[in-house]
């Protein structure tokens, strides 16, 4: 496997960093994952294993693609987005990809209730535990405990892994992460329109992102600053 190898040619978010998460109460969660790529091998499997669970929305996937992009460029790397690979055969999937020395598994939950991924899964977890190294991720919106899987085998190797509920940010918090991420593109997002933005649109970050996604095109197409008016306009609210 050539290093940072993404399988299926996925295209990460640029600028899902982890200097782009706000903090909010994730901070024991933040520094594991910081620590993640820099630990050495003989690991034990709790260092292995990472299991990251909270509502869609919450920011696990930003997280996970926030290690991958501080990993070494030396390191390789395998991220599945699971819920696109439903139908996959999953032994063609996850052949060989324990080679890797670090696996994101996004989105686990979504192929837990179908027999020939659980037997796969319990299978590449095994091997993982087994060399020793692999690093591997796993994001779920529910506790490895409390998630639904159809081979008991495998939910007692998901509890293996150390578990982190990544916590929702309040909505201050929310209009934060927001003006970090505006400034990241170097676009100013004035605090109130940041503020009309949370209450609007709804309080999950993955929809506030996408609309601020929109917002910089429009700012660049029509050449306008942030006011609310702008945001009433282009989001049509």
């Not at 996959?88 to 060989?96: S, T």
């Not at 890797?100 to 027999?115: F, G, P, S």
């Not at 590449?124 to 529910?142: F, G, Y």
């Not at 405990?145 to 150390?162: C, G, H, I, K």
Request: hydrophobic share 45%; proline share 5%; charged share 20%.
């Amino acid at each position: 496997m050539p290093p940072q190898q993404l399988p299926l040619a996925v295209q990460l978010p640029d600028d899902e960093l982890f200097s782009t998460f706000l903090e909010g109460n994730n901070a024991t969660l933040l520094s594991w994952l910081k620590a993640l790529p820099e630990a050495k091998p003989p690991l034990k499997r709790n260092q292995q294993l990472t299991w990251l669970s909270g509502a869609s929305g919450v920011g696990k996937s930003h997280l996970m693609h926030s290690v991958i992009a501080s990993v070494g460029p030396q390191q390789r790397i395998a991220y599945l987005p699971l819920k696109e690979l439903v139908e996959v055969d999953a032994e063609a999937v996850l052949n060989g990809i324990d080679q890797a020395d670090l696996i994101c598994l996004d989105d686990i939950d979504t192929v837990t209730l179908k027999q020939d991924w659980c037997f796969e899964l319990f299978s590449l977890i095994n091997r993982v535990t087994d060399n020793e190294s692999t690093r591997l991720i796993m994001t779920a919106k529910q506790s490895a405990a409390q998630t639904e899987v159809v081979l008991p085998d495998l939910q007692s190797r998901f509890q293996w892994a150390t578990g982190f509920q990544v916590h929702p940010l309040n909505d201050d918090e929310k209009n934060n992460a927001l003006i970090l991420r505006a400034q990241w593109r170097g676009l100013e997002l004035p605090a109130d329109v940041a503020a009309f933005m949370t209450q609007r649109l709804g309080r999950s970050m993955r929809d506030l992102m996408k609309a601020l996604n929109e917002l910089d095109q429009a700012s660049i197409t029509y050449q306008r600053r942030l006011t609310i008016p702008f945001v009433k306009q282009v989001l049509e609210i």
